[in-house]
């Protein structure tokens, strides 16, 4: 673990597990952080300005990080229709044929790392290491929301409409993000995640 200054009100941690570590932070509740901001190999801690950023480095520095399968962050089922533009390409770049990625993404539970990129999206490992394939070579100006994807080690839904050069395996009906809901995103860093076919 490394714990470094981030201006004068944050602290960013860097840790073999930034999911678990974000979630023993979060349950540490530190006096004077106000946000615990998970990212692919580190954790920002948001700080109110005044905070003693020393004493909470200390703090830190001395957190039991326990793997997240410990932690209680619930689990959400997502129902995807297994169509999309990106299915057969996917197949030839695994060597799987279209029922095998379907039966790979299914298969395994996958867990959220952090979110990012829009209101609503995050970024999901943990899967078959099977469908680990690189982003398109060239984005698309446009992705319909609740298009399911795969780039490098992660998986994610499009929370809304956008651009981006996913490789694009279904479709879900989900919600990822509403404002009336509390929280509004509907995957929370920590959860287990579990696609189904419908």
Request: hydrophobic share 45%; net charge negative.
């Given at each position: 673990m490394t714990v470094l200054p981030f201006g004068d009100a944050a602290l960013l941690v860097t840790h073999?597990?930034?999911?678990a570590l974000g979630a023993a932070c979060r349950s540490a509740a530190f006096a004077g952080v106000l946000d615990?901001?998970?990212?692919?190999?580190?954790?920002?801690?948001?700080?109110?300005?005044?905070?003693?950023?020393?004493?909470?480095?200390?703090?830190?520095?001395?957190?039991?990080v326990r793997p997240v399968e410990a932690l209680d962050a619930g689990s959400v089922g997502i129902a995807v229709t297994y169509d999309g533009p990106?299915?057969?390409?996917?197949?030839?770049?695994?060597?799987?044929?279209?029922?095998?990625?379907?039966?790979?993404?299914?298969g395994t539970p996958w867990r959220v790392a952090f979110g990012g990129f829009a209101p609503g999206f995050?970024?999901?490992?943990?899967?078959?290491?099977?469908?680990?394939?690189a982003r398109r070579s060239s984005a698309r100006t446009s992705v319909p929301a609740g298009s399911v994807g795969l780039a490098g080690e992660f998986s994610g839904v499009y929370p809304r409409s956008s651009p981006g050069g996913w490789q694009?395996?279904?479709?879900?009906?989900?919600?990822?993000?509403?404002?009336?809901?509390d929280p509004p995103a509907l995957l929370v860093p920590g959860a287990e995640v579990r696609f189904v076919e419908s």
């Open positions: 073999e597990d930034p999911v615990v901001v998970p990212a692919a190999e580190s954790v920002l801690l948001v700080c109110t300005p005044g905070t003693d950023l020393g004493g909470l480095r200390s703090a830190v520095e001395t957190l039991e990106d299915l057969d390409e996917v197949a030839s770049l695994t060597g799987l044929d279209r029922a095998g990625v379907v039966a790979a993404h299914t995050a970024y999901l490992t943990g899967g078959d290491p099977r469908l680990h394939v694009l395996i279904g479709r879900t009906d989900a919600v990822l993000w509403d404002l009336d809901r």
